[in-house]
């Protein structure tokens, strides 16, 4: 194999030693002369050249085996995934479904509501001058003309004395005229009876009855100053009784603004400090804002009930007293005022409360569940499926949505068949598998999803190997 022939008796030495893989030893013998290079023996004998052979052929083998177990176990796999979908486009989509029917008669409607004195009023002072007492506080009950608090009026006094001392002295004035009108009535009268018989002129005569005349307006100029005079006096004396103040009504104090001291100035401006505030709740006006689709069920004169979570197990019937009869542009509400009666004063002006009201309607609208409504780019909709089992996308109008239902003005009809929670698999004339569901009044459906069942996972190549 192209060995020199300078190495044939170190390679003949090294098959007599025993060397039974036939190459030389590397040996210093091998190195020539011409460069110092080693060669290394390459030459097999053929009982290795069959071995090798024969192991190739092995792996080959093994290759070929092992490649048409992977492509028979892929084959079976396609084979059942393609079966599993076929078998499971034949099978029709489970969707529940109910009956379409009428809503009741009888309908509860529970909305938030705002609780408010019957009476209630700030009081101010009338008249101007500063707090020498006061006599109740905030939280105690009073009765009406009871007296809150009393008020020094320095000034007010000191106005009044004044002007009975005025009024004395125009009544004074208010005699000298009438004794004057008098003397002039008699010396009238004298002259009159004088005239016939020539004894007096009649300039004489003209002149007292100008006299008379005068005396007479001075007179009424006097009684009018008098009685000018008597209404201040009055009028002050009034202001004089302001100097206490009273309760308006009978009631509970809720605040009180003054004390012993604080200047008091008549009148009910911004300027002005308010004395105390005073309600009246042994009947309470609970008012509630009702949405304009449930304003057609509210009348007046009809029970309502109001409860507050900070009074567990205890109800407040009233009844409808008044509405705004106008629906407010803005929240699209209408202002409805309840009396709730109070007697114990459980119920506090300005607590948060929920009013039910007990509605009947002689034609109730056909109601579905909430969970039937599908809505689309046209609107609300309902799957509608027929007795031949295929399903119908039909657009309805909702008269008014309750929640978890909805009353539907138009449709749908009377005991057809609706689906709950239709999937986006479901099309329009597809066949379903219905399942009828029972939803009393007050339950609601389960919310199960109409859509196909999930398929099993189709067993991989290593799994069929494995088995």
Do not use: C
Not at 1 to 28: D, I
Not at 89 to 96: M, Y
Not at 148 to 177: C, G, M, Y
Not at 205 to 223: I, P, Q, T, Y
């Amino acid at each position: 194999m192209g060995t020199p022939l300078s190495n044939q008796p170190a390679e003949e030495a090294a098959e007599a030693s025993g060397n039974g893989h036939g190459h030389a030893p590397n040996s210093t013998a091998g190195n020539t002369a011409d460069g110092g290079h080693s060669h290394v023996p390459v030459n097999y004998s053929p009982k290795t050249r069959t071995s090798v052979t024969v192991f190739a052929g092995i792996v080959a083998v093994g290759l070929l085996i092992a490649f048409l177990v992977v492509h028979h176990a892929r084959a079976t796999a396609t084979n059942s995934l393609e079966a599993e979908a076929t078998r499971l486009s034949a099978r029709a989509v489970p969707v529940d479904v109910v009956r379409v029917h009428y809503g009741a008669r009888e309908t509860i409607l529970t909305l938030p509501g705002d609780a408010r004195s019957f009476y209630e009023t700030t009081i101010f002072g009338r008249t101007n001058g500063y707090v020498s007492k006061w006599f109740v506080d905030i939280g105690d009950h009073v009765k009406e003309n009871q007296v809150l608090a009393t008020i020094e009026t320095p000034e007010l006094d000191d106005q009044l004395h004044e002007t009975k001392a005025n009024f004395a002295q125009l009544q004074a004035q208010s005699n000298v005229a009438a004794t004057n009108a008098h003397f002039a009535k008699i010396s009238d009268d004298r002259w009159e009876a004088a005239a016939p018989e020539g004894a007096v002129s009649q300039q004489e005569r003209d002149e007292k009855k100008a006299e008379l005349d005068s005396a007479l307006a001075k007179l009424e100029a006097a009684k009018s100053a008098v009685n000018l005079a008597k209404a201040q006096v009055q009028r002050l004396e009034t202001l004089e009784k302001f100097k206490q103040v009273v309760a308006p009504f009978d009631g509970v104090i809720t605040q009180r603004f003054l004390d012993i001291g604080s200047l008091v100035t008549a009148g009910s401006t911004t300027n002005t400090t308010p004395l105390y505030t005073i309600s009246q709740s042994n009947q309470i006006r609970v008012f509630v804002d009702v949405p304009q689709p449930a304003v057609p069920d509210i009348r007046v004169g009809m029970h309502a009930k109001a409860t507050a979570r900070e009074l567990p197990g205890q109800e407040f019937v009233g009844i409808v007293d008044r509405t705004a009869a106008s629906i407010d542009p803005k929240s699209r509400t209408l202002k409805v005022e309840v009396l709730v009666p109070n007697a114990k004063l459980d119920l506090l002006p300005g607590m948060y409360v929920q009013v039910t009201f007990a509605t009947s309607r002689s034609n109730p609208p056909l109601r579905i569940p909430a969970a039937a409504l599908i809505f689309g780019s046209e609107g609300p909709e309902v799957a509608v499926v027929a007795d031949d089992k295929r399903i119908t996308f039909r657009p309805i109008k909702i008269a008014r949505d309750m929640g978890d239902a909805v009353e539907v003005a138009s449709g749908v009809s009377e005991n057809e068949m609706v689906a709950l929670n239709v999937g986006s698999q479901v099309v329009s004339g597809e066949q379903v598998d219905p399942h009828p569901i029972e939803i009393g009044p007050a339950s609601a459906p389960r919310k199960n999803v109409a859509q196909i069942a999930p398929v099993s996972p189709a067993p991989t190549a290593a799994a069929i190997a494995d088995h």
